[in-house]
């Protein structure tokens, strides 16, 4: 079955320096979905990306979608302590319809002050 | 709108016990699903609805059980609670499928002793 593979499972920076996660799917995507999850919470969506090489910006984060729409990276410049959370990201393989989304095991951001 | 809700909050089973986990939306979503959220493994889709009197199996289905009778609600069923269900559930809708922005209910903490 479709797998989506997101790394580093952890990454720790200073607040103020950038962060990058990545997400790589063994299948070709119709969608990517970024998804952000705070400690004890649901995960809340982010952002959808649809097109080859798509890149989209809101505020300090960045994403984008591959040219093959098998991969895909997340990207916050000079994080605050309110990005603190886990990121996921979430695939529809192409021709997936109703099959459902195939989130990867997620980012685990944590910011030293 | 209260959005996705989901009851309860928390809850601890003996193996073997059974029970229902709530989920309601008040968005006129066509597309829920539930989700279990495990440590290190992200979200895994146990079963999903694309309307009323329509359900199919996710990645996780055995031993639990759905129905959707109505739009807005889709109870998720443990038939035998086993220590390996023991996990965080999220329910989730969406306007039309998997395409779209998945709205999250805030879990239920799930512990089968």
């Known amino acids: 079955g479709q797998q989506v593979m997101q790394i580093p499972q952890y990454q720790h920076v200073q607040e103020g320096e950038d962060f990058t996660t990545y997400c790589n799917s063994s299948?070709?995507?119709?969608?990517i979905q970024w998804y952000k999850q705070r400690p004890g919470g649901h995960p809340v969506f982010l952002i959808q990306l649809v097109k080859s090489g798509e890149v989209k910006k809101q505020k300090r984060l960045t994403f984008q979608f591959g040219e093959a729409k098998k991969n895909s990276s997340l990207h916050i410049t000079a994080t605050q302590t309110t990005d603190v959370g886990t990121y996921f990201c979430?695939?529809?393989?192409?021709?997936?319809?109703?099959?459902?989304?195939?989130f990867g095991k997620g980012t685990h951001l944590i910011i030293q002050p | 709108n209260a959005g996705v809700t989901q009851t309860p909050k928390f809850q601890v089973l003996k193996t073997g016990q059974s029970m229902t986990l709530q989920c309601a939306q008040d968005m006129n979503h066509e597309y829920m699903s539930w989700y279990r959220q495990d440590p290190g493994m992200g979200l895994r889709l146990i079963h999903y609805?694309?309307?009323?009197?329509?359900?199919d199996q996710g990645e996780v289905p055995n031993g639990y059980n759905v129905s959707r009778s109505t739009t807005e609600d889709f109870p998720l069923r443990l038939l035998s609670a086993a220590p390996s269900q023991t996990s965080v559930y999220f329910c989730?809708?969406?306007?039309?499928?998997?395409?779209?922005?998945?709205?999250f209910g805030p879990g239920t903490r799930l512990t089968v002793t």
């Open positions: 299948t070709t995507l119709s969608n």
């Open positions: 989730a809708s969406s306007a039309s499928g998997s395409r779209y922005e998945q709205y």
């Open positions: 609805s694309v309307g009323a009197g329509i359900t």
């Open positions: 979430a695939g529809l393989r192409s021709g997936g319809g109703a099959d459902g989304l195939t």
